[in-house]
C-alpha cells in the first residue's frame, strides 16, 4: 500500500477513521509513516500528534482503543481511510464521535449493529445486574444452549397464530445469536460478508 507522505510539506496525511460496523465517521487524526507503520503492525489506529510532535497510539490512556478493520487509500493516494472498532467512546470529552454524533449506523437503519456494540462492551466491562453479563460468565456452552433453547421457542411459535409472541421470539433468537457471535469473537459484520459472497 503506496502512500503519499511526500505530497505534504510537514509529512503528514490525512487519516479518516470510521466505524467498521455502524459506517460512522469517528474522527480525523493525522499519520507520517512512522505511525502508519505502528497502525499495520499493531492493528491499532496510531497518529501523530501535531501539538505534542510525537506518535501516539488512539486509546493509549482512557484504554478506548481503536481496532483496525481494513485500511483504504483514496485514489491520489493522500489521503487514508481506517475502518475500525471502537473499544469504547472515541473523542476525549467522552462523546462517541469527535463530531458529536451518537455511533449508530448511518440513517439508524440498522439497529442490531448498535446492539452488538453494546453485547460487547458488556463483555468486556461486565455489571452485576446485566444478564448479558451473566451469560457471559457462564460460559460458552450456556450461551450456545440458550440460543437452541430460543430457537426451539420460536419452531413452536411459528404454529401458532399469535404473531406478537412469534416476534417477541424471533427478537430472543437474534439477541442471543449476537452474543454467542460475541463470545466467539465473530462480527455480525462477518457473517453478512459471507452471506453477501453466498450472493455473488
Known sequence: MNIDFEKYADGLAPAVVQDAATGRVLMLGFMNREAFGKTTATGRVTFFSRSRRKIWTKGETSGNFLDVDEILVDCDADTILVRARPRGPV??????????????????????????????????????????????????????????????ELIIEAKDRDDELFRAEAADLLYHLLVLFAAKNIALEDVLDTLKRRRR
Do not use: W
Not at 108 to 127: C, H, K, M, Q, Y
Open 91 to 152: 473523542c476525549h470529552t467522552g462523546a462517541d464521535t469527535c463530531f458529536g454524533e451518537r455511533n449508530e449506523p448511518a440513517g439508524g437503519s440498522d439497529f442490531l449493529f448498535a446492539l452488538e456494540r453494546v453485547i460487547r462492551e458488556r463483555r468486556e466491562n461486565p455489571t452485576e445486574d446485566s444478564y448479558t453479563s451473566k451469560l457471559f460468565a457462564k460460559g460458552l456452552n450456556k450461551i450456545a444452549q440458550k440460543v437452541g433453547e430460543e430457537a426451539v
